[in-house]
C-alpha cells in the first residue's frame, strides 16, 4: 500500500485529500505544518508528498526546498489556490511533480498521484 | 425551493429593451447572440440580422481578453453579476461618434433567462464619453497646476541660492574697482602735479582712461551679475543661446548636433555670457583653435553637453585650478562664475578633454533640468515666433 | 439566541476564502503583468452588534472605500471589500498604471476600484458557491465611502442578529502592500445555513 503525506494546515482540506485518498486504498500520514511535514518525512520514507503552499511559519516552497536540500528523494504535489502561471512555474522549478488548484477534484488527486509514484 | 437565479426576460421586456438608450447585447453560454438592440445598430451600424448567431467574442475582439473573457463563464455557472469599468476596458464593442471620436464605455454582465431554465449573459453597455473626457480634462489641470507651482518653487529657491552668490561676486568686483581708482588718482594726481612733457601728459592721460575703462566693463559685469538676483532662472533655447553667443564674440567656427536643435535647459540668467566665455576661451587660449562642437547625449536619465574645441586643450595640472576665482581676466564672467552660476540649478561642469588634443567641457544636467520642446505654455519665446 | 461557532467551522470559511482570493489573484495578475504574493487572511466572526469594537482595532477609524454586493439565496447578505482609502487609491493607480497622486477618488477611479472589488467578491462568493453547492443571485457592486460605523449602519443591515465573517487579507503587488479585508455579512438565520451547509459537504 502506497504511503502519501499530507501536508496542510486546513483540516477541512486535510479532510478533503485524505477521504479522496483512503478511499481508494492509500495509506494517508496527516501533518498540519510545514516543518512537521519535513520531520515526518525524514522518519516515515512516504511514497508521495502533497503540500499545501500558503502556510503560516513554513511555507510550500521552502518545504520543496527542503526536501532537495535534504536530498529526499519524494515527489511533490501542491496543491494551491494560486492559480496564477508564475506560482505554478516556481514550484515546478523548485521540483514538485504536479500542482493543483483547489478546490480540487476526486479524479483530478488520483489521476496527479498515480502518475507520481508510478514515475517514481 | 424556487431557484434563485437571474430575472426572467419576457417579450415585451425585449421590446423594452430593444428602445433603451444603452448598448444591450444578449449571449447564450457559447456566446452566440441571441439579441442586439437599435442602440447597438446605431452605435455600430450592424444590423440585427447581420449579428444574430454569431459569436460575440470573435465579432469583437476587445471582448476576448483575459479580463473579460475569463469571467464571463462565472456569469453562466455561478450567476453573478461582472462589472467592467471604462478604465480597463473603454471600448467593449468598439464605435464612433459622429464626429469620429470613439465612444468611451463601461458596462455590466448580468444573468438573465428567456423563459426556461437556461441562463443566458446580459451585456448592458453605456456610454460615457463625456463624462470620460471631462474627468480626464481636470486631471490634466490639475496636473499642469501642480507641475507650475513645483516649477515656481524650484525658481523661488533658485533665486534664493542666486542672491546669496550674488554678494560674493560683487564683493570681489567692489574691490577691484577700487584698486583701479586708487590707481586713476594717482595718476591724476603726477597729471596735476609733476608732469611738464606732454608726450609723459599724454601718456598718463590715456592710462587714466584705461583705468576708467576697466571700471566701467566692472560695472557692466556687476550689472549682469544683478540679474542673477532679480530674475528667476528660466528654460533657454540651446540653439539661441549659441547664435547669440557667437555674435558677441564674432566667432563662427562653431558646429552644433542635431540633438541641440529643441534643445532647452532650465539656467539661471546669464547663459549667453557663459557660452560667449567659452567661445573666448576657445579662441584665445586654445591657440590653434579652428572649431568648437556643442552635444548633448544622455548617462541614465542626466543630460550631459559638451562643449569642445580642437585647440591646445587645457594642462592636466590646469584642469582644477581654471575653475578657481581670481584667475583670468576681471573684465568679463570667468569660469569660476560659470561654476557658480550653472551651481544655481543643480548643474556642475568639469574639463576632461586630452592635453594637446584640445579642451572639452562636460556640462552635468540633472533631468528635470532639460527638456526637447519648440515653446513651452507660459515660457518667454527665446526667439521670434 | 445561541450558536456554537467552532474551529472546524472557522477552518472551513478561511480555507473557501482562500480559493477565492487565489482565483482573484489570478485575474488581477492578467490585470497588472505582475505576480501577485498572496498572505494566509484571518478570519474573526462576529455577532454585528459587537463589531464597533472590532472596527477600531481591525480597520481603524480613518476613511475607508468599500465596493459590496449583496447577495440572496439558502442563506443571504452583503458581501464587501474594505480598503483605507490611500490604499485603494494606490491599487487603482498601480493596476491602472497612473502615476498622478491624488488625494480622493473621481469617479473613473470609483469604478476601476468597483470592478476590482467585483472581482474579488465574485470569486470568494464564486468559491462559496462551488465547494457547498449553493446557488444565489447577485446585485451589481456598488461603491460607499466614510467610516465603517456609518457604511454599516447605513448599508450592510438593520438586523440585530446579523453575524458578520471578517476576513483580513494582504496581497503584494509590484512590491506595494495592499492590505483588504472581506466582510461577509449574513442575515438572521444565514449563519446556522452556512453551518448546515458545511457540514452537509463535509460529510
Known sequence: MAKVLIIEDSSFQRKILSEILTESGFEVILTENGREGIERTEQLKPDL????????DVNGFQVLEALRAKKLNVPAIIVTSDIQKTTALRCRDLGAHAVLNKPVNKDQVLSAVRDAIRVQ | MENPGGPVISTECLALLDMLPSGIVIIRNDFSILFWNRCLEEWTGIKKGEILEKNLLLEFPTLNQPTVATRLPQVFAVETPVYLSSKFHPHLIPALLPDGISRVQRGAVLPVRLGGDEVHAMLVIEDVTDLSHQITGFQNMRDIARRELAERKKAEEALQIANAKLSLFSVITLQDIRNQL???????????????????????????????????????????????????PQWYSLRQVIKQAMVQVQFFQVTSGPEIEDLRIYCPPLLE??????????????????????????RGDTGILTVGDDGVGVPAQDKERIFREGLGTKTKLTLYHTREVFAITGISIRETGVTGKGARFEIVIPRDGYRFMRVLPGEKPQEPE | MCMIVDDEFRDAITEIINIGVGKAAGLLNEITGSHIQLRVPELRLVPIGEIADVYKTVLGTDILSTVMQEFQGNFSGVTALVFPQDSALSLVNLLSG???????????????????????????????????????????????????????????TSEEDAWVVIARTQFLIESMQIEGTILLVLEVGSMEQLMKSLRKTNG
Open chain 2, 273 to 298: 555670457h557663459i557660452f560667449a566665455n567659452f567661445l573666448e576661451n576657445a579662441k584665445w587660449h586654445g591657440k590653434t583653435t579652428t572649431q568648437v562642437r556643442i552635444s548633448f547625449g544622455t
Open chain 1, 49 to 56: 508528498i502533497i503540500t499545501d503552499l500558503l502556510m503560516p
Open chain 2, 182 to 232: 586708487t590707481a586713476a588718482r594717482g595718476y591724476n594726481y603726477l597729471l596735476s602735479h609733476s608732469l611738464n612733457d606732454i608726450t609723459e601728459i599724454q601718456s598718463t592721460a590715456g592710462k587714466i582712461d584705461r583705468q576708467l575703462s576697466l571700471i566701467e566693463k566692472y560695472i557692466s559685469l556687476m550689472l549682469d551679475f544683478e540679474q542673477l538676483g532679480k530674475e528667476p
Open chain 3, 98 to 156: 497612473d502615476q498622478s497622486p491624488a488625494t480622493d477618488m473621481d469617479s473613473v477611479q470609483v469604478e476601476t476600484l468597483k470592478e476590482v472589488g467585483n472581482i474579488i467578491i465574485n470569486a470568494v462568493m464564486g468559491s462559496i458557491s462551488n465547494v457547498l453547492s449553493e446557488h444565489f443571485s447577485f446585485s451589481l457592486p456598488v461603491y460607499y465611502e466614510g467610516q465603517l460605523s456609518s457604511i454599516a449602519a447605513n448599508h450592510l
